[in-house]
């Protein structure tokens, strides 16, 4: 493999940032290509930025580098910042609607881009055995050293999916996944695979207007938004029936909340 010459990587990532900002978009895509050409596995998201902007075609899923990289390097503050600055509670409303709707407890949940545990420690005591998955293997040391996962795997989600052969699972969460997929049929048709007949399928997504008429975009935070219209759609064809869709808050980006739905589904038997 190529090395990748840091220093110029470097300065072109924060010559394109700086063009970003002073919002000269021309210039600032040019300057992401670049930095594309250096770094081609794009740890930066370069790719993902430009697609944010509003230029060249938009990514199935933001690359698997630049997610490792972003999480790799918050892992110690990822809560911090996540709970107490975002005012993310995700996890927690997956509870409640479980709860509210009677379902559970379950024998063995797939927690698909697990984290430090936050979705895991929400639900341990609704679950028999958890299974948790990130690409992060920073994020899964500290999910390991809080001793709430049975078993842990450092891997791409849906790789993961499309490789297992563990016994199948009849609870499956993905909390905060969805904003760094674009397509989502290998994840929705990964999940339906990995579970039982009758199982749930719970997770969240950041919502994109009706009126924006595409499947899924990148929005301005360089997180995918994608339709309730297409969530539902793609559901269906891979063999899922919808228990319920919430309006939520996802988090709050610079001061404003992030709307999104909260999707409970159930895999048809």
Do not use: W
Not at 149 to 159: F, G, K, N, Q
Not at 209 to 223: C, L, M, N
């Amino acid at each position: 493999m190529k090395k990748i010459d840091e220093e110029a990587l470097a300065e072109a990532y924060n010559r394109a940032l700086a063009l970003e900002k002073a919002g000269d978009v021309d210039a600032a895509v040019n300057a992401y290509r670049q930095v594309l050409e250096i770094d081609p596995e794009d740890h930066g998201g370069a790719a993902v930025r430009i697609a944010a902007m509003g230029r060249g075609e938009t990514p199935p899923k933001a690359p698997d580098a630049y997610v490792e990289t972003l999480f790799d390097q918050h892992a110690g503050s990822f809560e911090d910042i996540l709970v107490e600055q975002l005012g993310y509670a995700v996890p927690v409303m997956v509870r409640q609607r479980l709860q509210a709707l009677e379902l559970g407890p379950f024998k063995r949940m797939l927690d698909l881009g697990c984290g430090t545990g936050l979705t895991g420690g929400t639900l341990r005591d609704m679950v028999d055995d958890i299974t948790g998955i990130d690409l992060s293997e920073n994020m899964v040391e500290i999910a390991h050293e809080k001793d709430l996962y049975e078993t842990l795997y450092v891997a791409e989600v849906e790789d993961f999916l499309e490789d297992n052969d563990d016994e199948p699972f009849d609870l499956v969460t993905a909390t905060d996944v969805l904003p760094y997929l674009g397509a989502l049929e290998p994840l929705f048709f990964g999940a339906a695979e990995n579970m039982v007949a009758g199982g749930i399928f719970a997770f969240s997504s950041e919502t994109l207007p009706p009126s924006d008429g595409r499947p899924y975009v990148v929005g301005p935070h360089q997180r995918f938004l994608h339709s309730e219209a297409y969530i539902r759609t793609r559901l269906a064809d891979t063999g899922f029936e919808i228990v319920e869709i919430s309006e939520i808050n996802v988090r709050m980006q610079d001061g404003h909340p992030s709307p999104g739905h909260l999707v409970i589904a159930r895999l048809r038997g």
